[in-house]
Antibody, heavy 117, light 107 residues
Framework: EVQLVESGGGLVQPGGSLRLSCAAS????????MTWVRQVPGKGLEWVASIKQDASERYYVDSVKGRFTISKDNTRNSLYLQMNSLRAEDTAIYYC??????????WGQGTLVTVSS | EIVMTQSPAILSLPPGARATLSCRASLSVTDYVAWYQQKPGQAPRLLIYDASNRATGIPARFSGSGSGTDFTLTISSLEPEDFAVYYCQQRSTWPPTFGGGTKVEVK
């Protein structure tokens, strides 16, 4: 069974950094694009970043370009999101998703990131 | 970026009723639309991809249709577990974008 388990969320001050992790199991991780999607509690969904199977291509929503970095380690079956220069508007639940061509067929349970002083 | 607009924002229906949810794209997305269901406190779940293909394990009462700019998710007969929020999403053009959601609530 496919499982995606996020970790690394928490409370951080504006301007701070966090690194989210996603442990994947139950599928051939190296064969899939992976994507982070976020959701402000009570609001809608927003695509954040995607990474190709071999990490040769990465894409970001404009609002996080230059601040967030998506990466993956195919030897550890893990996806990461390094978030720097965090802002209040980055506060959200961050979901790790499996991405067979820009649709998201498996989701983790999410990890909450709160940016506040 | 392509804007996805969902209507209505809230749909109030009794169990057993037919639900019709709409999603309109600001530009043609051919048939590259997916639908997701989200229940309170849970992650979204993929229901439909490429406009009309049910994802693995999704009951036959869920169906999708449309192409170009107008798409529909139909739930033929609402079960108690179907009351939730539904999102459409396009994958035709970067960045992928989601609609604002339709909440299906019990009338």
């Amino acid at each position: 069974e496919v499982q995606l388990v996020e970790s690394g969320g928490g409370l951080v001050q504006p301007g701070g950094s966090l690194r989210l992790s996603c442990a994947a199991s139950g599928f051939a991780f190296s064969r899939f694009w992976m994507t982070w999607v976020r959701q402000v509690p009570g609001k809608g969904l927003e695509w954040v970043a995607s990474i190709k199977q071999d990490a040769s291509e990465r894409y970001y929503v404009d609002s996080v370009k230059g601040r967030f970095t998506i990466s993956k380690d195919n030897t550890r079956n893990s996806l990461y999101l390094q978030m720097n220069s965090l802002r209040a508007e980055d506060t959200a639940i961050y979901y790790c998703t499996r991405d067979p061509v820009r649709r998201y067929d498996w989701w983790g349970q999410g990890t909450l990131v709160t940016v506040s002083s | 970026e392509i804007v996805m607009t969902q209507s209505p924002a809230i749909l109030s229906l009794p169990p057993g009723a037919r639900a019709t949810l709409s999603c309109r794209a600001s530009l043609s997305v051919t048939d590259y639309v997916a639908w997701y269901q989200q229940k309170p406190g849970q992650a979204p779940r993929l229901l439909i991809y490429d406009a009309s293909n049910r994802a693995t394990g999704i009951p036959a009462r869920f169906s999708g249709s449309g192409s170009g700019t107008d798409f529909t998710l139909t739930i033929s007969s609402l079960e108690p577990e179907d009351f939730a929020v539904y999102y459409c999403q396009q994958r035709s053009t970067w960045p992928p974008t989601f609609g604002g959601g339709t909440k299906v609530e019990v009338k």
